[in-house]
Every structure is written in structure tokens, then in C-alpha cells.
């Protein structure tokens, strides 16, 4: 193919809008692939007005069917996708974004949403009759130093901020999110005293389980509360420079 070609195949937005063909609601399923690697990233939908500031601002955008709100990839967590190019299938009803990625795709931080794997043929038949989803590949082991014993800290709290920003379907950040601040204060409660409950036992195992179930919901709580956990760090730095007394 020419390049005069390939230029003659570009379709203007407004072409581009009429030739889509949008379900009942006014949506299209975009999915968005790696335009080095061709991995498939993730799949949300589009609107119009989300497909037409994809195309003005060069940057992902898509709509919210639970917030029902537009949302910006990566506003909040950096993760941002530029957009290389963008097309549409032979029906007009499915939209393909090829992106350069900044950070991982999907909101649970893993690479790409697709992490899972279904066993099909042998292998499911191999399973009794259920599907094996298998978890993405374990990361490699951080560091000992000081920092990394606290990434997974500034992990989860990315996460939950992309989850604030983007309130992703069936996800339990996101319900905590939509029910506001008494249901965020009262799983923080029932997990201060499930960790006391615990450490009274003197069941370690169930204390680290419930300790490890407060501090996400203190941080929840910190995300609706627009505190960042640095503030809470340079706190504790504060603290401790402190003259000691004893």
C-alpha cells in the first residue's frame, strides 16, 4: 500500500461518528492494544464525547457505565496512553486503540487486564468441568532495603486512587467508594476490632490477615478523605525527630 493510499483511508471524526454503530445506551466497546508489543491492554466503552476527546487531546478517553461520568486514563494514577492510532472493525462495532503506555493497563496493576487464562480442550477437561483461571506470573522478589519493604504501600495506593477515579464495575473499592464515608468508617472499625480480637487469641496468622484488612481500608479512608499518605509519613517523620523524653 502507498502512503497516498493509507492517507485516503483516514476517516474524518465526523465520518468516523456516523459510521459507528453505537448501542442502546450511545456506547462502543473500544479495546486498546500495546502498538509495540500488540498485546491487548484492556477493553472499556466510548461515547461519543469520549471518542471525539480520544481524538482531539490524543489521550484515552472513555465512559464510566457505573459513574456515569467520562474518565481520563491515568489522570489519577499516571498511567497514562497516548494514542497512536485508532480504528474501527468491518461491522462499525467495536473501536481499536493502539496506544503508547505509560505504566500498567488494567487497575489492579497488573500489565494488561487480561491476566487470567482459562483452561480449554485437555486442560478443562482435566478439571472435572471447571475453568482454571491461572493468576499473572509472581513478581520478582523487591529489594531489602528500607524503601522497598514500603513499595507495596505506594502500590495499593495508586490503586485505590484509580479506582476512586474510575469506580470500575463489581469491584469492592469501588462499592466502598459509591456507599461514602459511614460504610468506609464502619469496615475500619469492624477491622480495628477483628485485629484486636486477633492479637488477643494470640493468633498471629489471623492478626497479620486482619491487620493487613485495616491498613487497605485506612487507606480507602485516607483516598475519600483527599489525605495522601505522605502527609501521614511526614507525620511520623515529624514524631520521631521529636526530642525523647524517657
Avoid at 468491518?90 to 482459562?118: I, S
Avoid at 506470573?137 to 523487591?142: D, G, I, L
Wanted: charged share 35%.
Amino acid at each position: 500500500m502507498t502512503e497516498q493510499q493509507g492517507l485516503r483511508l483516514m476517516v474524518p471524526l465526523e465520518e468516523l461518528e456516523q459510521a459507528i454503530k453505537w448501542d442502546a445506551d450511545g456506547l462502543v466497546p473500544a479495546i486498546v492494544q500495546d502498538a509495540e508489543s500488540r498485546d491487548v491492554l484492556m477493553m472499556a466503552y466510548m461515547n461519543r464525547e469520549s471518542l471525539r476527546k480520544s481524538v482531539e487531546t490524543g489521550q484515552t478517553w472513555f465512559w464510566s457505565r457505573s459513574r456515569s461520568e467520562l474518565w481520563n486514563k491515568g489522570a489519577t494514577s499516571g498511567n497514562t496512553q497516548h494514542i497512536r492510532a485508532l480504528r474501527f472493525d468491518c461491522d462499525g462495532d467495536t473501536l481499536l486503540v493502539e496506544v503508547d503506555r505509560r505504566g500498567p493497563a488494567c487497575h489492579t496493576g497488573e500489565d494488561n487486564c487480561f491476566y487470567r487464562t482459562a483452561a480449554v480442550g485437555e486442560a478443562y477437561r482435566g478439571t472435572t468441568g471447571y475453568t482454571i483461571f491461572e493468576p499473572a506470573a509472581p513478581q520478582t522478589e523487591r529489594g531489602g532495603d528500607d524503601s522497598a519493604r514500603f513499595t507495596v504501600l505506594a502500590e495499593l495506593e495508586r490503586l485505590i486512587a484509580e479506582r476512586y477515579e474510575e469506580r470500575p464495575e463489581g469491584a469492592y473499592t469501588t462499592y466502598l467508594f459509591e456507599k461514602g464515608l459511614d460504610k468506609i468508617l464502619k469496615k475500619v472499625g469492624e477491622e480495628t476490632a477483628e485485629s484486636i480480637i486477633a492479637a488477643k487469641n494470640g493468633d498471629n496468622d489471623e492478626l497479620r490477615y486482619e491487620v493487613s484488612d485495616l491498613i487497605y481500608h485506612l487507606l480507602v479512608l485516607l483516598r475519600q478523605r483527599q489525605l495522601p499518605l505522605d502527609d501521614i509519613m511526614r507525620e511520623l517523620e515529624r514524631r520521631h525527630e521529636r526530642p525523647r523524653r524517657d
